[in-house]
Nanobody
Framework: QVQPVESGGGLVQPGGSLRLSCDFA????????IGWYRQAPGKEREGVAC????????YYLEAVRGRFTISGDNTKKTMYLQMSDLAPEDTALYYC????????????????????WGFGTQVTVSS
């Protein structure tokens, strides 16, 4: 059982930057998938960015490509989402998730079976 915990959300002005962090210290595996997802009010959850713990098989939502970067530190069992040039459309509840049994799931970033979820952190982009 893995319980990821997010931090780093908040209010930021359009064009600003924010970095989200996610700790999953109770994960034993060294090869797994990590990902960031978001859900805006009235919309379905969508995969924002995913990657394996080896830094391969990356996926980015087209709307964030070039603005967001996912990264992970396997020794610390921590992942990050660096967000820049934020826009009001990026406002959402952001979740981190870990898939310890299927690293290849990072390629699909669908967030379906096998993912363990954090509780979410709110990101609000507004002037």
């Amino acid at each position: 059982q893995v319980q990821p915990v997010e931090s780093g959300g908040g209010l930021v002005q359009p064009g600003g930057s924010l970095r989200l962090s996610c700790d999953f210290a109770d994960l034993r595996s060294d090869y797994y998938a990590i990902g960031w997802y978001r859900q805006a009010p009235g919309k379905e959850r969508e995969g924002v960015a995913c990657i394996t713990s080896r830094g391969s098989d990356g996926y980015y939502l087209e709307a964030v490509r070039g603005r967001f970067t996912i990264s992970g530190d396997n020794t610390k069992k921590t992942m990050y989402l660096q967000m820049s040039d934020l826009a009001p459309e990026d406002t959402a509840l952001y979740y981190c998730a870990v898939n310890p049994d299927d690293a290849a799931a990072a390629r699909r970033c669908s967030g379906s079976l096998g993912w363990f979820w954090g509780f979410g952190t709110q990101v609000t982009v507004s002037s």
